[in-house]
Every structure is written in structure tokens, then in C-alpha cells.
């Protein structure tokens, strides 16, 4: 199975401040088709987990421009240009190139 | 709009069963494959199962397999996770997750195995 390792582990982020949580890989998440299967989630208070980005990248429907994703191989970076009281959560990266699906053990975002 | 909605959690003892289900709706079901996901109380999202659209591949989650079968009805719109010989680890929210890619998620149900 690939494993996926989030670092920090937990954050405190002044409002208007940027932020940035790293995810690393086992194994490069680049597939054969091009594409790099690489997703970032955020899972506020009391409910379900909703994506932000996949591949890499690209923002799912509906996320702000403040939210971006990059990275290559097994070296991933979320960050969050402008941070608002609304980001508060847990962030998880997950990789989508294999079944079993794994994650990052999750980043606890506080705004202070 | 997509809406995914899961029912069927409850109080089980060990050693019991249980059958999940997910009703799908403001997409083509039976155009996508679904997956479910599990968080135990306090903990990460563990994947657990994944059913493609035409239910020819399954997968399971070692810490599943042999025990929960996922199956749907796409007539019905619906997903299922029919769970036996539950055990006290089983216990967590369960969510159904639209897609290889997990874009969309349901507002989970609760199963608590203990005596």
C-alpha cells in the first residue's frame, strides 16, 4: 500500500496570514495516462469531508482561488494564500492512483 | 445537485450484522463508481470498500475483506455495505463517496459495535 505522510501535524494561523501543509508519498503518484493522483480534503467541525483539490492542482467546483495545490512525484505542498475563520478544520492529502485509497494522518488548521 | 445520503448505522454487538445503505441522487448513478470511507471516533478517513459502476471490480480494505460486502442497485439509485462479524474497531461514521476520485460525500452514519 502507499503511504502518505502529512507534515505539520497540527497549526495555528493568524486570519489574512498564508499557510502551507506538506504531504509526502512512498511512491511517485505520477500514472502512466499523465496524470498525477494526488487530492487534498477538508473536513470542518461537525462535517463530512469535502475536496479541494485533485490532481494535484485543480480546484474542485465551488473552492476559492485562495486554496492551492502543487507538487510532483511523492512531494506534495497545500497552501492557503489568505487564511479566513472559515478554513478552520482538518486537512487530509490522499493519493488516487491505487486502491487501497490512503491518507495523510490529517493537519488540525486553528485560526487564531 | 448531488446528494448522497446514508442510513442504516445503529448499536450492534460484536459478532453481529448490519447493512448500510446510500441513496443517490442529482447525478447519473449508474455512470459512477462509489466507494465507502470510515472515520472511528476521533480518528483519520480510513477507506474501507469500492464498487465500479457496472459492478464487475470490487475492492476491500484488508482490514474488511472477507467480512463487509459492498453491492448497488443502479435502478435505485442506490449503494449498499451489507457488514458482518462486526468487531469494537468497526466502530465509526461510515460515508459513501461518489467516484474514484471521492468528489462528492454523503453526511455519514454512525455504527457502534458494543455489548
Known amino acids: 500500500d502507499i503511504v502518505v505522510t502529512q507534515t505539520p501535524l497540527s497549526l495555528s494561523v493568524t486570519p489574512g496570514q498564508p499557510a502551507s501543509i506538506s504531504c509526502k508519498s512512498s511512491?511517485?503518484?505520477?500514472?502512466?495516462?499523465?496524470?498525477?493522483?494526488l487530492s487534498w480534503f477538508l473536513q470542518k467541525p461537525g462535517q463530512s469531508p469535502q475536496l479541494l483539490i485533485y490532481e494535484v492542482s485543480s480546484r474542485f467546483s465551488g473552492v476559492p482561488d485562495r486554496f492551492s495545490g502543487s507538487g510532483s512525484g511523492t512531494d506534495f505542498t497545500l497552501k492557503i494564500s489568505r487564511v479566513e475563520a472559515d478554513d478552520v478544520g482538518v486537512y487530509y492529502c490522499?493519493?488516487?492512483?491505487?486502491?487501497?485509497?490512503?491518507f495523510g494522518q490529517g493537519t488540525k488548521v486553528e485560526v487564531k | 445537485e448531488v446528494q448522497l445520503v446514508e442510513s442504516g448505522g445503529g448499536l450492534v454487538q460484536p459478532g453481529g450484522s448490519l447493512r448500510l445503505s446510500c441513496a443517490a441522487s442529482?447525478?447519473?448513478?449508474?455512470?459512477?463508481?462509489m466507494n465507502w470511507l470510515r472515520q472511528a471516533p476521533g480518528k483519520g478517513l480510513e477507506w474501507v470498500s469500492y464498487?465500479?459502476?457496472?459492478?464487475?471490480?470490487?475492492y476491500y480494505a484488508d482490514s474488511v475483506k472477507g467480512r463487509f460486502t459492498v453491492s448497488r442497485d443502479n435502478a435505485k439509485n442506490s449503494l449498499f455495505l451489507q457488514m458482518s462479524s462486526l468487531r469494537g474497531e468497526d466502530t465509526a461514521v461510515y460515508y459513501c463517496a461518489q467516484s474514484g476520485g471521492l468528489g462528492y460525500w454523503g453526511q455519514g452514519t454512525l455504527v457502534t459495535v458494543s455489548s
Open positions: 442529482g447525478f447519473t448513478f449508474s455512470n459512477y463508481h
Open positions: 464498487i465500479s459502476s457496472d459492478t464487475s471490480t470490487t
Open positions: 511512491q511517485s503518484l505520477l500514472d502512466s495516462d499523465g496524470r498525477t493522483y
Open positions: 490522499m493519493q488516487s492512483l491505487h486502491y487501497p485509497r490512503t
